[in-house]
């Protein structure tokens, strides 16, 4: 392919994912051109799976995070599903050591209900962002992205009018202007072949490479400058957050634990059971969100001991109770010491490699046995459960799963964040980012949802943009 002078286009988007389709669904009547460079094929490949490969350290390793990193179209929404669930108010207000949120949880619950129909739900599991504060427990199930956010059909985006997809097309990094407000230039690779093209001043560039991706393009050195573009707040890359992950018990328990809530009058296609602590107890026991998930537990002899506490109580209770496990899915406290790095070997694509350290703290540790703790005497004293609490397991076997957050996070001052409260990054005037990496806090739960409703929020914000401006 010969090297393009100029990428000519309104919008530029870097990936494919739901993190991009949400922006481009926003735009896709417009009369705006839209550029899509994913840097995978149509599918699968094993140059493509080889460039997420980085030196993992700390809880997550053997090319964990590579593994839920998946270039190609569609993104890991692709291949992975998930547990997912929205946010909620006490996730967004800055307190107990986290930090603040640039916008409500009014606003954000206005897109979980515009991209709903983006996971295949009903628009009615937005209410789920709202529950009485001072209830000890909560059922707030999760929301199952199974089968996952495919976007199989690689002429999804080739059938707009609008859209130009590009398929293997790696960003490396970017170029500034020499006023250093807008992004000029695009060095990316294709098949191994490093390019440039040029960046006219108008036009808006959406980085949606994915949690690490994102960062990682924004980290790679710059000519004549010390500072890479897109770092001036040396932020990125810092505060990396995943979701610690364990099984912290089994417990017979009363069905109806495990039934489908009503409260939040909300319409699944498919969902977990689930409790979280409600937020006035977790404030006042400085505890970090945590949830802990029911499911029936394998089908197995019961030991002696275990057939006897079934029987004691379910004589006592005069119910009967039903064997399951408890599983937490919990929060990771921001830490600028979990980070990532770029080291000085490239991958295929022609970027600086990266070195990962993400360490779970004492703190997050600690909400999950508190929580587990706390749950089980609640399920006790209401005659609702008797259940074991799994030490070993929770503060020696904790794992999680690879949504990274946290490290190229919006905010209200270019002091403690790396974007706006549009998603901009501080720096320059047509540099805008989506993905979890945005995220100040992470939550305790998969963050498609919260992705996806970010990604309208900005596709709205770029087309009211383009409107004022003519």
Known sequence: MDPVKFFDADVIVIGTSIASQSVIGQLRNTNLRILVLEGGDYERTDFADSLTFSDERGHYVNHHWGGHWSRVYGGASRIWNGFSAPLEKWDMVGIDGRPKWPISIDELEKWYRLSAPLMGEDPSIANLVKYDTAKLFVDRPYIIMDPPLSYSDPKLLTKLKNVELRVKHNVIKFTA??????????????????????????????????????????????????????????????????????????????????????????????????????????????????????????????????????????????????????????????????????????????????KIYCVFGARDMMSIDTT?????????????????????????????????????????????????????????????????????????????????????????HLKQTFAKNG
């Open 177 to 354: 202007d020499e006023s250093g407000a807008h992004i000029n230039g695009i060095w990316y690779s294709v098949d191994g072949k490093v390019q440039f093209a040029g960046v006219k001043k108008n036009t808006k560039i959406v980085l949606g490479a994915g949690g690490l991706g994102n960062a990682q393009v924004l980290l790679q050195p710059a000519e004549n400058r010390q500072v890479p573009v897109g770092n001036e707040s040396g932020l990125v890359g810092k505060t990396l957050m995943a979701h610690p992950h364990v099984p912290t018990g089994e417990g017979f328990v009363d069905p109806k634990v495990v039934a489908k809530p009503t409260w939040a009058q909300v319409k699944y296609r498919k969902w977990l059971p689930a409790y979280i602590v409600g937020a006035d107890y977790k404030t006042k026991l400085n505890l970090l969100n945590a949830s802990i998930s029911l499911t029936l537990a394998a089908v197995r002899e019961l030991s002696p001991n275990e057939a006897a506490v079934q029987e004691f109580y379910e004589k006592k209770w005069g119910k009967k109770l039903e064997l399951h496990t408890f599983y937490a899915r919990t929060e990771q406290l921001p830490n600028p010491d979990n980070r990532i790095e770029i080291v000085a070997e490239k991958n295929g694509a022609g970027l600086h490699k990266l």
């Open 372 to 460: 587990a703790r706390m749950l089980a005497d609640h399920l006790l004293k209401n005659k609702l459960g008797v259940t074991t609490i799994d030490n070993e397991s929770i503060f020696l076997n904790t794992w999680g799963w690879a949504h990274p957050s946290g490290i190229t996070r919006f905010g209200s001052s270019p002091k403690d964040s790396v974007c706006d409260s549009n998603a901009r990054v501080w720096a320059y005037q047509n540099l805008y980012i989506n993905g979890s990496s945005l995220f100040p806090t992470v939550g305790y739960a998969n963050p498609t949802w919260g992705i996806a409703a970010l990604g309208m929020r900005l596709g709205d």
